[in-house]
């Protein structure tokens, strides 16, 4: 038990996030949550360049620890590299996830330290065969007068192919003003409980492109 503190502890201190709630390298979550005493990493490089404001490129890390055997904890942040900014991490972010009906439903709170806003999700997941479909609807509060907030959803489409260790899929991301992003992605699990992924992203105007590559760790 002190081992698993101090291990809590140390990835705290040291963690560099990915969003609040990712099942990498998609950000559409799914309504799995991590096994009770059991821990999470999840780590990945992003890079976009985007018409409007430029090219940016930053790392992310987040984790995550089994509470019980419905709920789960997890803290991440991120550094930008490009364009270059003061050394240092954001703000962390702090998220709980719930499952309401085991691997099928499950809501979700997160909140970046030292801000008033905050986000809510919901996903929602079923299971077909090989293939899987992870729904979200959630809210995203700014806690900013000139930013309202905004209804949020997504959709991801997974198929594994298990011969080869293997998942592929794609997912469409908005809010309430329209279907925005769409990404396409795999995952392939490389070793035991590591997997290491890739993932292309864009917007339905043309406005914005992002290539993500990272890494997914069970212990």
Known sequence: MARRIILLVVCLLAVCSVGAWAARPFSTDDAGTVEK???????????????????????CLGFKHGLTEKMDIGIGSTHTFVPQAAEGLSPACLSLKFAVMQDLLAVSFAQEFGSAGYSLNSAWTKAFGPAEIDINLGYEATATSDTPGSITYGAALIYGFEKFNIDIGCEFLGTKDGVQ???????????GNLAVDLAYNGDFTGDRKKVTAGLHYEF
């Open 37 to 59: 005493g059991k821990f999470e990493l999840e780590s990945g490089y992003e890079y976009s360049d985007v018409l409007s404001e430029g090219q940016s490129g930053l790392c």
């Open 181 to 191: 992003d769409w990404v396409i992605g795999a995952r392939w699990k490389a070793l």
